[in-house]
């Protein structure tokens, strides 16, 4: 609703009623006072205590670079189209309120953005860097992004900014770090081994105030990627595996793929899932996980 151009006089009762208009006004005075000398919320709240249960998901969509005529993936339909059925997708894996996306360019993330009919906002946005980006996607209705910033990683020719964001639940008031990543394909080992390093000393720091971290993205790896994070940060992951007593690195059972989701240090995970359906398959050439966690 619009605001009112000017000032409307009261009428009536109101208008005969200053004595009790003023004392209201020192009743919000005295009561805005109050709150200020509280400070900033600090987390202290019965709905701060209570477990905080989200659904988190992975999504390499397939840049539009690949699929222009005469690329290598040009039988793929043209992204606008495919940014629909990606919100087809994101409902048929129950609509998760982060998702972690890799390889969209300016128009693309737009295209989702519109075809997610403005449910989520996304960091960092439309704003292309070097022809692919990684970007965070949050619905707004569950989440407030309270801070944003990148880490850089090597990716073939370039320095790529990968997004991090501390989102606060709305409905709890309970934060966390997510961070979003794309690392090199194929022979680029070294520069995947640099960008992990950089990763886990962020997952550190990130959550050295006891925040809980969660790592999403595209990382090109398989056992590798899996038992450096585990091994070297107290994160986990919902497709099984581990570390055991003696340090040594499990391996999750089953086909292991390049996207990944972790989280910890306490995130107990439920109903993962790798989307291989025949819609999904329409959008891109990789799975697509999610999963259910829940924080005590």
Not at 77 to 99: F, H, K, N, Y
Request: charged share 20%; proline share 7%.
């Amino acid at each position: 609703m619009t605001a009112p151009s000017r000032f409307i006089r009261p009428r009536g009762r109101a208008a005969r009623r200053p004595q009790l208009l003023g004392a209201v006004g020192l009743l919000v005075a005295a009561l805005v006072a109050g709150v200020a000398m509280l400070g900033p919320w600090s987390g202290g709240s019965a709905s701060a205590r209570d477990p905080l249960t989200f659904r988190i998901a992975t999504f390499n969509v397939l840049g539009d670079v690949h699929t222009m005529p005469g690329a290598h993936d040009d039988g793929y339909a043209p992204a606008r189209i495919r940014a629909e059925w990606m919100a087809d997708v994101l409902d048929q894996i129950g609509s998760p309120s982060i998702v972690g996306m890799q390889e969209l360019d300016d128009s693309q993330l737009q295209a989702v953005l519109r075809a997610t009919g403005g449910q989520y906002a996304a960091y960092p946005g439309p704003a292309i860097r070097n022809g692919i980006q990684a970007s965070m996607m949050w619905r707004t209705d569950t989440w407030k992004a309270v801070e944003r910033r990148t880490i850089t990683i090597p990716f073939i020719r370039f320095q790529r900014a990968q997004p991090v964001v501390r989102l606060r639940n709305l409905a709890t008031g309970r934060e966390i770090w997510v961070m979003n990543v794309h690392n090199a394909p194929r022979d680029y080992q070294g520069q995947r081994d640099t960008a992990v390093a950089k990763e886990i000393a962020t997952i550190k720091e990130l959550g050295a105030d006891g925040t809980p971290v969660f790592l999403v993205g595209d990382m090109n790896e398989k056992e590798r990627v899996f038992c450096k994070v585990l091994t070297k940060t107290d994160l986990t992951s919902p497709m099984g595996g581990g570390v055991n007593a003696n340090g040594a690195c499990q391996v999750p059972s089953g086909r292991l793929r390049i996207d990944w989701i972790f989280g910890g240090p306490n995130a107990a995970w439920s109903d993962y899932r790798m989307d291989l359906s025949p819609l999904k398959r329409w959008v891109n050439d990789h799975g697509v996980p999610v999963t259910t966690v829940t924080l005590p």
